[in-house]
């Protein structure tokens, strides 16, 4: 591009942004859109502070990274407990906590910490990249804070490299589940289950069965006017049953991302019999599918067999033949996920904390979430090619869902 670093300027909300100038840094990526960041912001229960770090190169904006202030005590899932899970609170009590800290990565999702405009040279992403974390760590250190950035390829990236030659403490995350789509038709996709889990392809197969014995529709929303209120609902109780709090965004979330992403935004709502019994929300990237909510009804749909319909069969089918590579289903319920043809992608976490008791204590607790980590998910297949989710952009080039119209 050509363009230098005037600035590295802070802000504390997307709508500081000009929506264009954004998009045009942002890219292909859904994740890092104007858009999507906006209805997260507008929508979110529990207000975080936000701090979005931005490199300027004269009218364009060159790069930036996404970070929001957690501190102890917040409501919600924060940082120990990504960390420490139920042992959050010893965490805390033997000071090994890194909070207050700036953390950095996708509220909702899976994607990089760091935006870089896709017209910059090789040189002149390294040169943005550093300038940004300089910043990030300068603000950080001047209030005591820690820094931390999330879902970092396992297998490397220009970011992970410029985290671990600055010291950062790295511990894994939970593997993303990934289903590559790498036939073209359901009948290919149902030959490729019967290679690797018949019973999974078998399973399918009553599946479809039951949705058309039971009369079960699955239709996408058009636009952004309707009724978000049963829809939230569902999303709220299935949030609650799954992770015994109450879903994080309020009821404006669906026709937000509805009305600011356009057909980008895939909500598909589930009806037995003409009632409502489950939704869908995802988001379209350049050739990539993220189903990031879903709420079910436990009492409508079981026989027609919606969860599985609805979140994994109306999609796979949908999408195939449509230029999507990739379906990302988010985090847990592996055996499931790889007995529907899912692969992990492996990530990392980075931390930097400057207390150097406190850093001391982490290393020991690190490593040992580390190998419980790893140990959760050994023998379960990964993606050998995940350099799509590396530090990289992705060609901008366009798809669309067979429902979005």
């Given at each position: 591009m050509g363009n230098t670093i005037a600035a590295i300027e802070q802000w504390d909300s997307i709508t500081r942004a000009d929506p264009g100038q954004w998009d045009r840094m942002a890219g292909a990526r859904v994740l890092h859109s104007h858009g999507w960041l906006r209805a997260?912001?507008?929508?979110?229960?529990?207000?975080?502070?936000?701090?979005?770090?931005?490199?300027?190169?004269?009218?364009?904006?060159?790069?930036?990274?996404?970070?929001?202030?957690?501190?102890?005590?917040?409501?919600?899932?924060?940082?120990?407990h990504t960390l420490f899970n139920r042992a959050a609170t010893l965490a805390r009590h033997l000071r090994a906590s890194p909070l207050p800290a700036l953390v950095a990565g996708t509220q909702v999702g899976y994607a990089s910490p760091l935006v870089l405009h896709p017209g910059l040279s090789a040189a002149e992403r390294g040169a943005v990249r550093q300038e940004l974390l300089a910043s990030v760590e300068r603000t950080a250190a001047g209030n005591g804070w820690s820094v931390c950035l999330r879902d970092l390829p396992h297998d490397g990236s220009?970011?992970?490299?410029?985290?671990?030659?600055?010291?950062?403490?790295?511990?894994?995350?939970?593997?993303?589940?990934?289903?590559?789509?790498?036939w073209d038709s359901f009948a290919g996709y149902l030959a490729h289950l019967n290679a690797s889990h018949r019973w999974s392809a078998k399973n399918v197969r009553r599946e479809l069965n039951a949705?058309?014995?039971?009369?079960?529709?699955?239709?996408?929303?058009?636009?952004?006017?309707?009724?978000?209120?049963?829809?939230?609902?569902?999303?709220?109780?299935?949030?609650?049953?799954?992770?015994?709090?109450?879903?994080?965004?309020?009821?404006?979330?669906?026709?937000?991302?509805?009305?600011?992403?356009?057909?980008?935004?895939?909500?598909?709502?589930?009806?037995?019999?003409?009632?409502?019994?489950?939704?869908?929300?995802?988001?379209?990237?350049?050739?990539?599918m993220h189903r990031l909510k879903v709420g079910v009804?436990?009492?409508?749909?079981?026989?027609?067999?919606?969860?599985?319909?609805?979140?994994?069969?109306?999609?796979?089918?949908?999408?195939?033949?449509?230029?999507?590579?990739?379906?990302?289903?988010?985090r847990l319920l592996y055996d499931f996920k790889v007995r529907r043809g899912c692969t992990l992608i492996?990530?990392?976490?980075?931390?930097?904390?400057?207390?150097?008791?406190?850093?001391?204590?982490?290393?020991?607790?690190?490593?040992?979430?580390?190998?419980?980590?790893?140990?959760?998910?050994?023998?379960?297949?990964?993606?050998?090619?995940?350099?799509?989710?590396?530090?990289?952009?992705?060609?901008?080039?366009a798809w669309a869902s067979a429902d979005a119209s």
């Open positions: 997260l912001e507008e929508s979110a229960l529990v207000r975080r502070r936000h701090v979005y770090f931005v490199a300027r190169g004269g009218d364009e904006l060159l790069g930036a990274i996404l970070t929001r202030l957690q501190l102890r005590g917040q409501a919600g899932v924060t940082l120990d220009p970011l992970a490299q410029a985290l671990a030659d600055r010291g950062y403490l790295r511990t894994p995350e939970m593997p993303v589940a990934c289903l590559p789509i790498t949705a058309r014995r039971h009369g079960l529709v699955i239709e996408a929303i058009a636009g952004a006017s309707f009724d978000p209120q049963p829809l939230h609902a569902l999303l709220d109780a299935h949030h609650f049953r799954r992770n015994r709090e109450p879903f994080p965004y309020d009821a404006g979330l669906l026709p937000r991302i509805k009305s600011y992403l356009g057909d980008r935004a895939i909500i598909h709502v589930a009806r037995v019999g003409g009632r409502v019994g489950g939704v869908s929300v995802g988001v379209a990237d350049a050739d990539a009804d436990p009492a409508v749909g079981r026989e027609a067999s919606l969860f599985a319909n609805l979140c994994y069969n109306h999609p796979i089918e949908r999408l195939t033949g449509t230029g999507c590579r990739r379906i990302y289903y988010g492996d990530a990392d976490l980075y931390v930097n904390c400057r207390n150097r008791m406190r850093r001391s204590m982490l290393v020991a607790l690190l490593e040992i979430r580390s190998r419980r980590v790893a140990a959760r998910t050994a023998g379960l297949p990964r993606l050998v090619d995940a350099a799509d989710d590396a530090d990289v952009d992705r060609p901008n080039r």
